[in-house]
């Protein structure tokens, strides 16, 4: 029992270092930029959605680095089911979220993205080779963003007077999130031995719901503001980066075994698909679709306890 208490506390610790580090980290990586003189095309498009899925990035290059393959799959695939079903589903019952024609178009991005993940792992693994195409997509996804907005680029350059100590901050901060992940993976690993459930469970939902509490904060804050677009677009960028970024660096460490994923799969192209076609329809997600995305997402927690394969 007291074993349990120990790893329960320090997946709590690792989530409470996670957020809090991964938010200060993010805001000071935009500050050191600004002051480096990189634009703010570059900050808005790269930085900030990079800065927003750390948690997730840092927790499963953890993870895969010390060979708990499982959280790491399942923290990258658990956090796209999350940020959909659960994370929209509360945010549109806070007010039903409206959004332009860019989401719907991006949107799609995500949809190739979830697809590609899908077509490389068809052999059961997602190798290194995997890992270096989901990347090199998200190379070539950024090139064509950035030259689309290419317009705006040279507005707000800094003065380029980053000093030492704020890269002394940065290499501090990231370290404590290395730290959180660290606690995570290892509270992880032992709960999912003790409860007898594999440790692709545990990344795929308690790991997965914590390092995407970022995302959720910002989902629901801008569902209070009336700001569906902030809403939608920060969970189609983060699930962008978890498909291409996460997956992609976790599986260059170390190749990921997919076998356990299908059921994950199956049931985020359940929410994804009809999130792509409401944004298409109405522009917006609404109330019923939100409940829908709830009920799948409570569905999905009985049966990964529940040791469900497809």
Request: charged content about 10%.
């Amino acid at each position: 029992m007291l074993e349990v208490v120990l790893w329960t506390t320090a997946i709590l610790i690792g989530l409470v270092l996670l957020v809090i580090s991964g938010d200060k980290l993010s805001d000071k990586i935009v500050e050191v930029a600004r002051k480096a003189g990189v634009s703010s095309l570059v900050i808005s498009i790269v930085l900030i959605s990079l800065a927003t899925t750390l948690p997730e990035l840092i927790t499963s290059a953890v993870a895969s680095y010390q060979g708990a393959t499982g959280i790491a799959l399942g923290n990258a695939l658990g956090s796209i089911f999350a940020n959909i079903a659960l994370i929209l589903g509360l945010a549109t019952l806070v007010r039903p979220l409206k959004a332009t024609q860019a989401a719907y178009k991006n949107s799609l991005v995500m949809l190739a993205s979830f697809f590609l993940v899908i077509l490389l792992s068809t052999d059961g693994v997602l190798s290194r080779l995997d890992g270096l195409v989901l990347l090199g997509s998200y190379v070539f996804y950024l090139t064509w963003l950035l030259r689309k907005h290419a317009r705006e680029e040279g507005d707000g350059i800094g003065r380029g007077d980053a000093t030492p100590l704020d890269y002394v901050f940065l290499l501090l901060l990231g370290l404590v999130l290395v730290l959180g992940a660290k606690l995570v993976v290892y509270g992880g690993e032992n709960i999912a031995e003790a409860m007898g459930v594999s440790d692709f469970v545990i990344g795929a939902t308690i790991v997965a719901i914590g390092t995407s509490l970022p995302e959720m904060t910002n989902a629901i804050y801008g569902a209070v503001r009336n700001r569906g677009s902030i809403s939608i677009g920060n969970i189609i960028g983060a699930n962008i980066m978890n498909a291409l970024v996460v997956l992609g660096v976790a599986s260059l460490i170390r190749p990921l075994q997919t076998g356990a994923s299908v059921l994950t799969v199956v049931l985020v192209l359940a929410v994804m698909l009809p999130m792509t076609a409401s944004l298409k329809k109405t522009r917006g997600l609404g109330r019923p679709l939100g409940i829908y995305f709830l009920a799948v997402y409570i569905i999905y927690l009985v049966l990964m306890f529940s040791e469900v394969e497809l």
